[in-house]
């Protein structure tokens, strides 16, 4: 108990944290072409994602919605890596982002800072905070 | 009150030295008793009830009844007035169904609460949207409490029930639920209590509560998890229509109608939760021999000690009502940290909490909060737990301290 709180530390780090407090692309898309809202009922946890369609290109996206730091952060940095992505390549980050949190397989590098998040794969009752924004992304593409 | 002796009868707790389970509020430890009187039906009594044509059965049948007086006895309530159901959702939900259902209709009105558990909620509106019923709230004050000035312009002889939780599983708020009861006895309301919170932690006798119903759960008092109970006042069981039909619950079955037994038999169909009925006697036998009136006193120790050390937590926010009238249940915020980040730091300090909304959303929005971490106490909590919460927190409140 107590320090060292390894998957803790590498965790909750400054990146989880800035994106947390200052979560990107957050606020409303009036021009989006597709939406979803996501939740978590077990735990209140609310996301709706947005996103404009230009062809087969995420133009741009944002999110709004409440939840924890770990909800919040994967949110936010899903918006920064599907931005300018084919619906398809979106979708492959997904399932990237899933296997790596659900499954814990080894992390794909095309996750980028997602990265960060590896080790919500050893807090099983954190996977689904992790993985709400990207489901909501996944049924706003329908 | 120190109870701290009993600790040893609860194998989870002996076994886990560096657990501080405050989550009892969700589901209570089980003491060895209750446990072996689970085995001990397999091993010793597994039969049927109900259906004594050989000697086995009729000791099945004997010591799931002996488990029905036990807990007529732990509610001050006649046997025959005790229906053993699932949990209080169970409960809950046969009461909205068999009752409600058949004599609501539209314009009557269901009183509900702001401090509800959604299993006092969601029946309601199950029945209320197919028969036309509406549901009111009494609304709650600042700190915490039922706003009972509110009460008189919400009671009226459209009223035609009061279902509110006895003690608030979030703020612990400890309703006056006699006084609300005689209130809403005098607009001609049936009054339904939703005891979950309250028969684990407090001395219950339902007929001074003046309530007709009253619904709770056995893996909250020590009791395994599948076994609950409803008890009702026999002359309203008596005019009830059952909730489920099926076996057990007859007179006399014919191709194209059935009676029904009388209660409590007429609300058990099919073959009863038998050996966790009596697994929730024992539970129940074992909080009166340590007493309720110890437990409450026990809680309120373990709240008191608490509410005043928590003050040495920077940016720590308790919620909820402060005299004699809370439980031991504390629903707290640390900064802008959001609760499940929050009981995941507690966790790794060994201590389980609860993050969320604790199935009251009404009462989460009436506090502009999304989540509370919670924190609950039971007998087999001591003194050192709390000051280890209270520790794992001031270490979390530090290291963090850029997120609060």
Redesign the interface.
């Known amino acids: 108990?107590?320090e060292p709180?390894s998957?803790?530390d590498e965790l909750?780090r400054e990146i989880i944290?800035k994106h947390?407090?200052a979560p990107k692309n957050f606020g409303v898309l009036p021009q989006a072409t597709r939406r979803a809202g996501g939740m978590n009922p077990?735990?209140?946890?609310?996301v709706e994602v947005m996103v404009l369609l230009e062809g087969d290109t995420i133009a741009d996206i944002r999110f709004q919605g409440?939840?924890?730091?770990?909800s919040?952060a994967s949110a936010s940095m899903m918006t920064e890596a599907v931005k300018g992505k084919r619906v398809a390549e979106a979708l492959d980050l997904a399932k990237k982002f899933q296997a790596m949190v659900v499954e814990g397989a080894s992390p794909d590098p095309a996750l980028g800072d997602l990265l960060a998040l590896q080790g919500v794969a050893k807090?099983p009752?954190?996977v689904k905070?992790a993985t709400l924004a990207w489901h909501t992304l996944e049924e706003a593409l329908k | 009150m120190d109870l701290s002796a009993l600790r040893e009868d609860f194998p989870l707790i002996a076994k886990n030295p560096h657990l501080v389970y405050l989550d009892s509020a969700a589901t209570s430890q089980k003491p060895k008793r209750v446990i072996e009187a689970l085995k001990r039906f397999y091993e010793e009594l597994n039969a049927n009830v109900h259906r004594g044509a050989y000697r086995l059965s009729v000791a099945a049948t004997e010591a799931y009844e002996e488990a029905r007086r036990r807990v007529a006895r732990f509610l001050k309530a006649e046997e025959r007035e005790v229906i053993f159901v699932r949990n209080t959702t169970e409960a809950m939900n046969l009461v909205a169904y068999a009752w409600g259902l058949r004599n609501l209709k539209e314009g009557d009105e269901i009183l509900v609460t702001e401090m509800e558990h959604h299993a006092g909620l969601v029946p309601w509106h199950l029945v209320a949207g197919l028969t036309g019923a509406r549901v009111k709230a009494i609304p709650l004050t600042e700190e915490g409490r039922l706003d009972l000035s509110a009460l008189d312009g919400l009671l009226s002889e459209r009223t035609r029930v009061v279902s509110l939780v006895h003690m608030s599983n979030v703020l612990g708020t400890i309703n006056p639920v006699a006084e609300i009861a005689q209130r809403a006895k005098a607009a001609g309301a049936l009054v339904v209590v939703d005891g979950a919170q309250s028969a684990p932690h407090l001395p219950v006798d339902v007929k001074a509560l003046g309530a007709d119903f009253f619904a709770l759960s056995g893996h909250k008092m020590l009791g395994p998890t599948g076994a609950g109970v409803l008890w009702g006042r026999y002359e309203v069981l008596e005019g009830m229509m059952p909730f489920l039909g099926g076996g057990e619950m007859i007179r006399e079955v014919f191709v194209d109608r059935s009676t029904y037994a009388p209660p409590p038999g007429r609300f058990e169909a099919g073959t009863p939760p038998i050996a966790e009925a009596i697994a929730l006697g024992e539970a129940a036998q074992y909080l009166m021999e340590v007493g309720m009136e110890r437990v409450y006193a026990h809680d309120r120790a373990l709240l008191d000690y608490a509410l005043n050390r928590l003050e040495e937590v920077p940016h720590l926010r308790v919620y909820g009502p402060q005299g004699p009238d809370r439980g031991g249940v504390i629903p707290f915020t640390l900064g802008r940290l959001h609760a499940h980040d929050l009981a995941t730091f507690l966790d790794e300090e060994g201590i389980a909490v609860r993050a969320g909304h604790h199935c009251a959303q009404p009462l989460h929005r009436r506090l502009g909060l999304a989540a509370t971490a919670r924190a609950s106490f039971y007998l087999y909590n001591t003194k050192e737990e709390v000051d280890r919460f209270v520790e794992a927190l001031l270490r979390i409140a530090h290291k963090y301290r850029a997120w609060l």
């Open positions: 108990m107590g709180m998957v803790l909750y944290l947390y407090q077990s735990c209140g946890d609310q409440q939840g924890c730091a770990i919040t807090l009752a954190r905070c």
